[in-house]
């Protein structure tokens, strides 16, 4: 496979170009080694992955065979810097940084967060004991607390701001997208909590969203389905109500009931992978989509609806889906897929900190928190 070349554009000094010659399916199943915190910058390089894979199987297809190349995509380039840290032992270690750039926002993703994540909970905790629900101790506040008293943190955090500062000054970052007016604004995807007081130093934060981030292993998938299926079997002959994919007539309909809104070009990108139940009518009355970054997108039920299960059927069989597709093109890599397993690799979701309804429903479907995130807008051009 050819190596990729970036673009002047695409050239950043600390961030170097992932190779291709490992291809999207070696670095998804390195990912999924620091899954589920990676849970985000994995699922925009499965989103990237299967965009392209789809692409060319159009293209092969005309060709008159259905061979998939794997190349780089090149609308989402990859990024990668390990930055020396010293620990205490005086020994270096490193701060591994990843980062997908897509469109006008990027995914920063560092992979000692697990790591930092405690270190902030400690910070948090009145006897600096941590238990298995840390993540809700893990804030930037308490991030801070654990920085200002262990230098090698803080160390670990100069080269991650050093990193975000570097995206901001991106000529990528720059360009507004076609039809917004918004040039000099950089927005990242579910950057973790404790990056927030960094990210205030750079310049004017735009309205963001910060949500709790839940995930469910293909293993408690797995156990779940067969009643799953058992069940949707039952709900389409007793009650007519069959499950399936959403299609371009539901989309206002979703918009309207999501409590964030989207664009209706977003909208068409949601229902591209989603599933949802109709009525003998051919009404939707329960579904699910997928956002940019692979996590569930606009779960909704409808009120008269509710209380009969269909929120969480329709949760399963999506979450299902980022499964099999995220195997598939694992596979690509041949018996190093059987590597990869079951209890670790995750299907995800967002949900905004102040809708503890839905929390409390992901929860009773098995799904579990792991900390905060944030989508958020920093203007460089304009302080605070």
Known sequence: MPQHKPSPSTHLPLLK??????????????????????????????????????????????????????????DSPHFRCSLPVQNAKGKDVFTTVDVTIAGHASTVYARCEYSLMQAAARAGSEDGAIDEHYSFKATAENFCKAAENDPVIQRHQKNVVAVMNEILDHPVANEAPPGQDDAGLQFFYCLNDIWLPALKTFGKLSDGNRGVKHV???????KADPEVRRRCQELEEKEGLVLGPMVESDIPLMIELNGVKYDEEYGRFIIRRSMC?????????????????????????LPEYRKTGLGRLVLHSLAMTHIELAREILATRGDDVESVSATT????????????????????????????????????????
């Open 345 to 384: 690799l995750v299907a995800h979701a967002d949900c905004m900190d102040y809708n503890q309804a839905t929390m409390i429903f992901m929860e009773r479907c098995g799904w579990r928190r792991i900390g905060f995130y944030l989508w958020i807008g920093v203007d460089k051009n304009t302080k605070e």
């Open 216 to 222: 469910i292993t293909e293993e408690e998938l797995l």
């Open 17 to 74: 170009p992932i190779s291709s010659e490992a291809g999207y399916a070696d670095y998804l199943a390195e990912l999924t080694h620091e899954l589920p915190f990676s849970a985000s910058q994995f699922g925009i390089v499965l989103v990237s992955a299967l965009e392209l894979r789809d692409r060319d199987s159009k293209s092969k297809h005309s060709e008159g065979t259905t061979t998939v190349t794997w190349k780089p995509n090149v």
């Open 277 to 301: 139940f109709r009525n003998k009518k051919g009404e939707m009355v329960a579904w699910a989509g997928t956002h940019g970054d692979f996590s569930v997108a606009a779960l909704h039920v």
